[in-house]
C-alpha cells in the first residue's frame, strides 16, 4: 500500500480471494458467534499473521496513533 486505507484492508480480508468470506465458502467453516464477532477474530488474526500483506502496516499505524494520542493525553498545556 502506498497510502495505508485501513477500509481498502478490512474489505480485501473479508471480500478479498483469500478474506473471509472465501475462506468460509470453501472450508464450510461455522462460527459459534454472531458475524460481526467471527468478523472480529479474523481481522484479528489477520493483524497477527506476518504473511497478510500489509497487517505490518495496518499494526504499526495502530500503535503510532495511540502514541500521538497518549502524547496528548500527557501534554501538560493542553488547553480544556
Not at 474489505?11 to 464477532?37: C, F, K, M
Request: aromatic share 4%.
Amino acid at each position: 500500500m502506498s497510502e495505508l486505507n485501513i477500509d481498502d484492508f478490512a474489505q480485501r480480508i473479508i471480500e478479498g480471494p483469500t478474506g473471509l468470506n472465501a475462506y468460509e465458502a470453501h472450508e464450510l467453516a461455522i462460527w459459534p458467534t454472531s458475524d460481526r464477532v467471527a468478523a472480529a477474530v479474523w481481522t484479528l488474526k489477520c493483524l497477527a499473521n506476518p504473511e497478510c500483506p500489509d497487517s505490518d502496516e495496518v499494526i504499526a499505524a495502530i500503535l503510532a496513533r495511540r502514541q500521538e494520542l497518549k502524547r496528548n493525553l500527557t501534554t501538560p498545556d493542553r488547553e480544556s
